[in-house]
């Protein structure tokens, strides 16, 4: 009964071991993946019309240089004002990937309608670095996509859009004197709200020689000073 069994053994074996030859069969045991490394500033700044001479990323697999392996892949328009990428991918034999991504501000220096950086200040709350965007209407007029600058849609509500809609829109005319004045009511925002918790702007300048805005804004009765900073090169 012994021998009978340990002939019956030795098929099943051999066809588990031929089953584990096949599913391995090209396969790398150990697999090794690759590193990436942006050279050169992570966030770049270029102003409309010129370009930027990609520096590229350093790639390592298994302490060799692969760096010619990197895809690179771009969305920069550099003739119009927006915040794009150049984004970098590398794969190892097996087909596992590394990426990586670099942020390119493409900025207007002579123009109003540009990118800015929001700071708001309501109360005890005070917030920093909130990406604006002033676009122009064609009609001596301008978007400003967030008259709180930011301080809903990046402090105080970080993270819900665009599930909700946290930019107070609105559009304005700069007077020959450099006020601001409001040209349209506050667009639907927050949770789909009419426009009433921001009721509009209590008065705003803008400053040429910093290319500064400075708006008072009247936050549901409470003052918020909501100041825009161009991003510049």
């Not at 760096?67 to 915040?83: A, F, I, L, R």
């Not at 109003?112 to 209407?137: C, F, K, P, V």
């Not at 064609?138 to 665009?162: I, K, R, S, V, W």
């Amino acid at each position: 009964m012994k021998k009978i069994l340990a002939y019956l053994l030795v098929p099943v074996l051999a066809v588990a071991l031929w089953s584990c030859d096949k599913s391995t069969e090209g396969l790398t045991r150990i697999t090794y993946y690759p590193t990436l490394e942006i050279l050169g500033e992570q966030t770049v700044i270029v102003n409309v019309g010129e370009t930027y001479a990609d520096e590229g990323c350093y790639a390592e697999l298994n302490g060799e240089d692969v760096s010619s392996e990197v895809q690179t892949s771009s969305n920069v328009d550099y003739n119009k004002v927006g915040v794009y990428s150049i984004s970098y991918i590398i794969y190892n034999a097996d087909g596992f990937s590394t990426t990586a991504s670099r942020t390119v501000y493409v900025v207007d220096p002579d123009n109003i309608a540009t990118l800015y950086w929001g700071e708001s200040m309501a109360g005890t709350r005070h917030y920093y670095d909130a990406l604006i965007y002033i676009t122009d209407n064609g009609d001596g007029t301008y978007h400003l996509d967030d008259l709180m600058g930011g301080f809903q849609f990046a402090g105080l509500n970080p993270g819900f859009e665009p599930t909700y809609d946290f930019h107070a829109e609105v559009d304005f005319a700069l007077n020959a004197d450099n006020t601001v004045t409001l040209t349209s009511e506050v667009g639907s925002w927050y949770f789909g709200d009419s426009g009433d918790v921001v009721l509009g702007l209590t008065s705003g300048s803008y400053d040429p020689a910093t290319r500064t805005f400075t708006l008072n804004v009247d936050y549901g009765g409470t003052p918020m000073t909501v100041i825009l900073r161009a991003i510049s090169k």
